[in-house]
């Protein structure tokens, strides 16, 4: 039930962070590690210049080639939302899922696991957003249910231009990015 | 001009994926190895020729079982959360070719072990004499061999090919998303059972039958090869990128000179003079079989871990 | 709305904040013995309201302890300047406390100054030596010969002591090496300081100028959330960098600048708008102060004059200043922060604020609003003792309108020994051979003391070179003076302890306390503990330190901030006016309307080095916080990617910058980029750390301190204009 993805305006984005270190703190992550990480893309010559910041992290995708290539089952999808979760006790760390993800997001966690952003889930499953999407200083990043028309993700995909990562590898990301 | 920065760093991912070594090829090498001499050792007892190739036969099972536990062992070593290794036998993933492999390794033992009953090797014979009844009853009943052969072929086909498979799985990974690749190893792992065979067989007469089936699977091998170039040339960017690393690009020299070179063509064309008994046979064509299958896979596997779908936009400097 | 008059301060009375106060519960924690927090007995998680240290915006924070130990900070929803969202720094405050790096207790130099050998001392030991020192400066020489250098609001109670025992001599580098100029000249222009926060209306200005000003990497938090939101609106911005900042990539035109000619253009705008009648006649006619005299100096700056100068085209000029007009008065030309860039800064400044009042700007709504604040009385403390020498960092006034002391005129004065010797240096909170240029005059100053003692949080260069280090504990860790800005809104916030010091750090106010009775001061800290002291100034306004540990923030009443809304307009110069023509410029021999001067060519394969911030990182004293370290653990030096192909610099490769007069850098990162022009470099300040303590950090970077040889002093004001420094590449063999 229910569908979260993450909707997020690269156009006030200034990335300057704050979410990649609101899931460090949030989650514990390991020094050294990022869930979430910030990308400049930047095309043109000075000074007829163009630059997208984008806060990537794990895109959650709809059919997530991790979660299909796990042999134990341990990378899986919630119930609640279909995040993708990683159940730490099944995990072999094997890094068949770091291998499938076209988007980095996976790493191996120092305990020896597969790690990654999780949708901060001991929060959405309460109804709560993500660490990043309320520290987020820009309001760049929303967070809610695809499925709900009224949500303010579905509503910002209806009325803004947008595009994700990496479409042709047929994940059907759930973060979108709002140009 | 396009730049891309990244904040990200975390080991083993940035600043290229590199999270397999030579754990990895190891065991696609020594897997593809067993497989290949579960398929032959198979095929010989399913056509009745056991007598032609004794060495293929009954010397492969005990050494498969010794060369595959240390690609077992090697694979272990590979795990990041080891403890829960045993996680592999509680489920079943059917879109994880590597859960098929966890359990198509857990029945290649028993393949293989009923293979080495029908010869028990002296030094087990002499511990455990009970085993000498048994094999005698097995014998005594061609369809029980008949049944076992084709337990190994079938299972050797299964071992040969899921590794190809699972790296195809790996849509990460542009450089391995491609069909042939199950072909291409299980084709290369026969060649390397039969090279393998060609280096230890004890008569001329199984030598020969079995560099002849090795030029066999070399051929088929340079096929496959073809056929994969020409499928990621005519894919998309990224495969075109992809394929590039091997044909041009950094991996290239040791693919050229030692995975095709050395590895197929001057062995193939080694072989064929000695098959016409132009030269003589030699243990050099076989060891560059070897050489160049075990390299196969290291650079597949670290040319695979370097390919990424954004390759083409300017995102290794 | 009655219109309230900018100078009568706001009292709350007792009875307003009864009917306001929340039903206040004590906040359960223990003391334990020695003022310990103690919350480790406590299970489950408190939140604990406080403000934030790691910049200067002092943004309400709620720190969350979990099992008592501390777990992540938040922003305070009540806040109204991080409005419940902390920056980066802020979020990562976890990392100070955990910062492997930390003094863990008071330090005194075994050896040579400099070499960092130390002895661990009590705390005993350090202050009576402390004081012996000072008494000993005060007996020889006098109170006047002890300076202090400060920056930051934990200051407060240093600042006081040193005061009572009669020091004269003070200085924060936030004057001559970052805001000076800009205050004065809008102080000159306007009668007032621009302040911090800065009075910046930029969530409702429609169009919104940029002069180097690099908002999104500059990390004020307040500034960055009303940027987004005027990105949101789709404001028309404007963006002035040699750079290709963050903010460039969100502005409607970007102007890549040639560095040192931001006069020229703004001269030439202004140009435009006098001549296409563009101003704010009203508003000129009913504030404006010599106007004909000030359009009678434009005549010659034409944009086709500018043009040559800036590299900026006639009619992007045009377009620009045309476009800044058609929004006015909701244009906002940015004040800028740090302002000490070339030498002319002043006047620069001076140009920035005449744009704003030809836009009529000033006081409006999307422009520079009339800040609020609540009044809070200060503690009644007798008066400091009279001295009959004079402050040092101006002699004779050579820089007249200075409004705050110059900190590199006290170093000055530290190496001369004129016009009498500084022979003790106290420093709070600011790493000087970082925050001041040409490091090795500091150093050259310091061998002329007998003694330094700093009070530090971790071993910095400059507590590297003290006699004393004081290992204060950091601000998650203590109590500290009330929160109370100028801003939008009145409101007053707190500091309060979230969890105790893992080691023997102390906070400001205590190693105060302790100093001051070392000294005989005791009449000047009356108060028994810090929580008497907030307590007492708490209860001025009708609140309590009980009430204030529950809430983090209490909001005054809303005041109105707009001339629209009936704030009176108030002018603090000679004239009462806005002043277009300043006579007290030009009675003191300098320009009464800005003028350009042609700034110096680098010498040929040198390029201008010109820095800025990063948004994990505060200057130089946040590299060793690991969370901020793992976001940025090193600057990097921005090339052009044709300069970089030219003399064959790869992307990421370490390179040594060599200055003009030969100092040569610690080896770099190189940033290929297109982001930057040919002619200058840039590098995130902070870096390049030397000192050993700090081993997290340890030769990461470069620092640009070390390289700015060369200031270029502005005369107004006294402020070090530092980008005027040129560095050439030195490749690795």
Redo the contacts between chains.
């Keep these: 039930m229910a569908k979260f993805g993450m909707v997020i305006d690269t156009t006030k984005c200034v990335g300057c962070m704050d979410c990649v270190v609101a899931c460090k703190t949030e989650n514990n992550v390991p020094e050294g590690f990022n869930r979430a990480w910030i990308v400049e893309d930047v095309m043109g010559k000075y000074p007829d210049l163009h630059m997208e910041i984008r806060s990537e992290r794990c895109n959650h995708c709809e059919e997530a080639p991790c979660v299909d290539v796990c042999p134990t089952g341990a990378s899986h999808y919630s119930d609640i939302g279909e995040v993708v979760l990683i159940d730490h006790d099944e995990c072999i760390g094997c890094k068949a899922c770091i291998a499938a993800c076209p988007y980095d997001a996976r790493f191996i966690h120092p305990d020896g696991y597969a790690d990654k952003c999780d949708f901060c889930f001991h929060r959405t499953s309460k109804g709560n957003n993500p660490a990043c999407v309320d520290v987020c200083p820009t309001h760049s990043i929303h967070f809610g249910d695809l499925d709900d028309p009224d949500s303010e993700v579905s509503k910002l995909l209806k009325s803004r231009k947008y595009h994700v990562r990496i479409p042709e590898a047929g994940t059907k990301p759930k973060i979108f990015y709002l140009t | 001009?396009?730049?891309?920065?990244?904040?990200?760093?975390?080991?083993?991912?940035?600043p290229t994926?590199h999270?397999?070594s030579w754990q990895i090829p190891v065991y696609l090498f020594i897997g593809g190895l067993i497989a290949g001499m579960m398929i032959i050792s198979g095929y010989f007892l399913l056509k009745g020729r056991a007598r032609e190739a004794k060495c293929t036969c009954f010397q492969l099972p005990i050494l498969s079982i010794i060369i595959l536990s240390l690609g077992m062992l090697a694979l272990f070593l590979?795990?990041?959360?080891?403890f829960?290794?045993w996680?592999?036998y509680?489920?079943f993933?059917v879109?994880?070719?590597?859960?098929w492999?966890?359990w198509i390794l857990l029945l290649v033992y028993p393949a293989l072990i009923l293979n080495l009953l029908l010869r028990v090797p002296v030094f087990i014979l002499n511990r455990i004499p009970q085993l000498g009844k048994i094999s005698e009853k097995m014998n005594a009943h061609p369809s029980t061999i008949k049944g076992i052969a084709t337990l190994n072929i079938t299972l050797g086909l299964m071992l040969g090919a899921y590794t190809g498979i699972?790296l195809s799985?790996?849509?990460?990974?542009p450089l391995w998303n491609s069909s042939v690749l199950g072909f291409l190893f299980l084709a290369s792992g026969l060649s390397s059972a039969a090279a393998f065979v060609h280096m230890i067989a004890k008569t001329a007469h199984e030598r020969d039958i079995l560099t002849k089936a090795d030029n066999g699977f070399l051929t088929l091998e340079l096929v496959i090869v073809a056929f994969f170039f020409i499928g990621l040339l005519t894919s998309?960017a990224?495969h075109k990128a992809a394929a590039d690393l091997l044909l041009t690009g950094p991996f290239a020299a040791v693919f050229w000179v030692f995975v095709i070179g050395i590895g197929m063509v001057i062995p193939l064309f080694i072989q064929s003079l000695a098959i016409k008994n132009k030269i003589k046979h030699t243990v050099v064509a076989p060891i560059m079989v070897l050489v160049g299958g075990i390299l196969l896979r290291f650079v597949f596997v670290y040319a695979?871990?370097y390919s990424?779908?954004?390759i083409h936009a300017g995102l290794f400097? | 709305m009655n219109s309230i008059s900018r100078r009568k301060f706001l009292k709350i009375s007792g009875a307003t904040i009864g009917a306001a106060v929340l039903s206040g519960s004590m906040s359960s924690f223990v003391k334990g013995a020695d003022n310990k927090i103690n919350k480790k007995d406590i299970k489950g998680i408190q939140k604990i309201p406080t403000y934030c240290a790691m910049c200067f915006w002092r943004c309400g924070a709620i720190a969350h302890v979990k099992d008592g130990k501390l777990w992540k900070i938040e922003g305070n929803p009540d806040d109204p300047l991080s409005k419940g969202r902390l920056c980066p720094r802020g979020t990562g405050g976890v990392g100070t406390h955990y910062d492997p790096d930390r003094l863990r207790s008071p330090l005194i130099r075994k050896n040579i100054r400099g070499e960092e050998q130390w002895v661990e001392v009590t705390w005993n030991e350090a202050l009576d030596y402390v004081a012996k020192r000072m008494i000993d400066i005060k007996k020889t020489y006098g109170p006047e010969s002890m300076a202090m250098f400060h920056h930051g609001i934990g200051a407060t109670f240093l600042e006081h002591m040193m005061k009572s025992y009669g020091a004269i001599n003070f200085g924060a580098p936030s004057f001559a090496q970052c805001k000076g100029p800009r205050d004065v000249a809008f102080n000159l222009t306007f009668g007032e300081t621009v302040g911090g926060p800065e009075r910046t209306d930029i969530e409702n200005a429609k169009c919104i100028v940029l002069i180097g000003s690099h908002i999104g990497e500059n990390m004020h938090n307040t500034q960055v959330q009303e940027f987004s939101k005027a990105v949101a609106n789709r404001a028309s911005i404007i963006v002035v960098d040699p750079r290709f900042s963050v903010a460039a990539s969100k502005a409607k035109y970007y102007l890549p600048i040639k560095p040192g000619t931001d006069i020229a253009l703004l001269l030439a705008w202004m140009n435009v708008i006098v001549n296409e009648k563009l101003y704010d006649n009203e508003y000129i006619n009913k504030y404006g102060f010599g106007f004909e005299q000030f359009a009678a100096q434009l005549t010659s700056y034409t944009p086709e004059w500018a043009y040559p100068e800036t590299g900026i085209e006639p009619d992007v000029i045009r377009k620009t200043a045309r476009e800044m007009a058609r929004y006015k008065p909701a244009t906002l030309v940015h004040p800028g922060r740090h302002s000490t860039w070339y030498g002319d800064d002043t006047q620069r400044s001076r140009a920035l604020a005449l744009l704003n009042a030809l836009l009529g700007s000033w006081g409006r709504k999307g422009g520079l609003y009339q800040p609020t604040w609540l009044d809070i009385p200060a503690y009644p403390y007798p008066d400091y003792p009279k001295s009959n020498k004079k402050k040092l960092d101006n002699p004779d006034e050579k820089y007249p309108f200075a409004i705050e002391e110059i900190t590199t005129g006290v170093r000055e004065a530290t190496i001369t020994g004129k016009p009498y010797p500084i022979k003790g240096w106290f420093v709070y909170g600011t790493n000087l051979p970082y925050s001041l240029p040409q490091p090795d005059k500091t150093i050259e100053a310091i061998k002329n003391l007998e003694f330094l003692v700093v009070v530090d949080t971790i071993g910095s260069e400059i507590a590297g070179w003290a006699d004393v280090v004081l290992p204060e504990s950091v601000y998650l860790e203590r109590y500290d003076e009330l929160n109370n800005p100028s801003f939008k809104v009145p409101y007053v916030g707190i500091r309060q302890p979230v969890v105790d010091p893992p080691g023997d750090q102390k906070p400001n106010y205590w190693i105060a306390k302790k100093l001051a009775t070392r000294l005989g001061l005791d009449k000047y800290f009356p108060w028994k503990d810090i929580e008497e002291y907030l307590d007492y100034r708490l209860q001025k306004v009708g609140l309590s330190l009980e009430l204030m540990k529950e809430k983090g923030i209490f909001l005054a009443p809303e005041q109105p901030i707009y001339y629209e809304d009936g704030v009176k307009p108030y002018f603090g110069t000679p004239s009462g006016k806005i002043e277009f023509y300043s006579l007290q410029l030009e009675q003191k021999g300098f320009d009464p309307v800005p003028k350009y001067t042609k700034p110096e060519e680098p010498p040929a394969g040198y390029f201008r080095l010109i820095y800025g911030r990063a948004p994990v990182h505060t200057f130089s004293r946040t590299q060793t916080n690991r969370i901020l370290d793992d976001m940025m653990d090193t600057n990097k030096v921005w090339i052009n990617k044709d300069v970089a192909d030219h003399y064959g610099i790869r992307n990421g490769s370490f390179i040594k910058l060599k200055n003009q007069d030969g100092v040569i850098s610690n080896k770099v990162k190189a940033f290929v980029t297109e982001r930057i022009r040919t002619d200058c470099v840039y590098m995130v300040h902070g870096f390049g750390h030397t000192s050993k303590m700090l081993k997290g950090t340890y030769m990461k970077g470069a620092d640009d301190s070390r390289l700015i040889t060369q200031v270029k002093t502005d005369p107004i004001m006294g402020g070090t204009g530092m980008r005027v420094n040129f560095v050439t590449f030195e490749l690795e063999a």
């Design positions: 001009m396009h730049e891309l920065s990244i904040t990200r760093h975390n080991e083993l991912i940035d994926l999270i397999w590979d795990l990041e959360h080891k829960y290794f996680r592999l509680t489920t993933q879109t994880s070719p590597m859960s492999g966890a699972l799985t790996l849509t990460g990974r998309s990224s695979g871990q990424h779908w954004l400097k």
